[in-house]
């Protein structure tokens, strides 16, 4: 009966989405509210950059309403051991979510500089310490297991604010971050469902429900194509990066599920869009730049020099990730640091890869 109502808040949050996406399409056109091309941009027309504004709402009526209904019909919230902080962790969730909404609003309507959006990063994650979600356990990572509690909350936030930035950067063509977004929920979403922790199950559909309906409008669009805008990119990171933590710290943190390299699995789950944010970053770093200046050294403008269109860049990126995340899995009673390193240096190999593709496409003569 559970998983009923599982499916129940996907249906609900993709109804959502498909009654208020074209609504929002229509608004954004009639008020001129369009993510404008340019020069760096890699669209030639303007278009609607609002479609982000439905996630979080939809988010929240249907989880909302699902978990009413639940408890409602005498189905405990709390129905195992491990979901008994789950009201204080959504209280939480919710107020960091609400907070990183507005920011992500406020960014596409009139401008956020990178500096504010960056002290509201470290403040919702914050939250999400508060909210009993902080890494207290590195699971033999580099040789470390508990660590000291300042250690921990560093790291938590070093870890939100990464996959904060990793769905906003990676957000550079059609269906790619909500693709990529799609894999994570869904892994995770699954994990939570397989090991009856339907509170989580029920949470990752509500957003995937709407963030299934946006990739429709993003990738098969012509009239009505919309993009999710940092109000969509900056909500999902966040709440996959709760999602994930989630799923790390059940791992780490108790005898139930036997993941032995639960950190690493964790990354491999979101590796493409993180590793990638961090490879930019040290690369702007090291060129004298900030972090944050905007250039075309993702991957996404990688595969777009090698020919790719955008619709197949995005394919195969997703695909590779969807490739990290079976590794992962497979791999994932491997040593951790074995695993871990396995991951970064496919990583590096693939951006190699690309380069010299890249470079003999430019450059075909080899001069």
């Known amino acids: 009966m559970l998983k009923l109502f599982v499916i129940a808040t996907f249906l609900i949050s993709a109804l959502v989405g498909r009654l208020t996406i074209p609504k929002i399409i229509l608004i954004a056109k009639k008020k001129k509210l369009f993510d404008e091309f ?5 669209h030639h027309t303007n278009i609607p950059r609002l479609g982000g504004v439905a996630f979080f709402p939809a988010f929240l009526f249907s989880v ?15 129905a195992t051991a491990l979901e008994t902080d789950v009201f204080r962790e959504i209280m939480f969730l919710i107020a960091g979510s609400t907070f990183i909404f507005f920011t992500g609003l406020s ?3 009139s401008g956020v500089s990178y500096k504010s959006k960056f002290v509201m990063q470290i403040a919702v994650a914050i939250l999400l310490i508060f909210g009993g979600i902080g890494i207290e356990n590195l699971g033999g990572l580099f040789g470390l297991y508990q660590i000291p509690v300042w250690a921990g909350c560093i790291l938590t936030v070093l870890v939100v604010v990464l996959l904060v930035n990793a769905y906003n950067l990676i957000d550079g ?18 994990w939570f469902c397989w090991n009856e922790l339907y509170v989580y199950g029920m949470m990752t559909m ?6 299934s309906v946006f990739f429709f ?17 900056l909500t999902l990171g966040y709440l996959i990066a709760f999602f994930g933590l989630e799923f790390y710290n059940m791992n780490i943190n108790t005898d139930m599920f036997h993941i032995r390299s639960a950190p690493a699995v964790f990354l491999g789950m979101v590796f493409i869009p993180a590793f990638d944010t961090l490879r930019v970053f040290c690369v702007r770093i090291k060129a004298g730049l900030s972090p944050f200046y905007p250039d075309k050294r ?10 790719l269109t955008h619709f197949r860049s995005a394919m ?31 990583g590096i190999l693939l951006i190699r890869l690309l380069d010299i593709l890249g470079n003999r496409k430019t450059n075909p003569t080899g001069k």
Do not use: P, W
């Open 38 to 42: 340019s020069e760096r941009k890699l």
């Open 64 to 78: 909302s309403l699902m978990m009413g209904l639940r408890y409602y019909l005498g189905y405990d919230i709390t």
């Open 107 to 109: 960014d596409d309507l």
């Open 173 to 190: 063509i059609d269906g790619l971050c909500s693709g990529l977004a799609l894999l994570a929920l869904g892994t995770l979403g699954g």
């Open 206 to 211: 509500g957003i995937a429900g709407v963030v």
């Open 217 to 233: 409008y993003n990738v098969s669009g012509k009239r009505m194509k919309i993009f999710m805008g940092d109000t969509g990119s």
């Open 298 to 307: 993702h991957i996404h403008h990688k595969m777009l020099r090698i020919g």
């Open 316 to 346: 195969v990126i997703i695909a590779l990730q969807a490739g990290f995340i079976l590794l992962n899995i497979l791999l994932k009673d491997l040593n951790i640091n074995l695993l871990f390193a396995i991951d970064i240096v496919l």
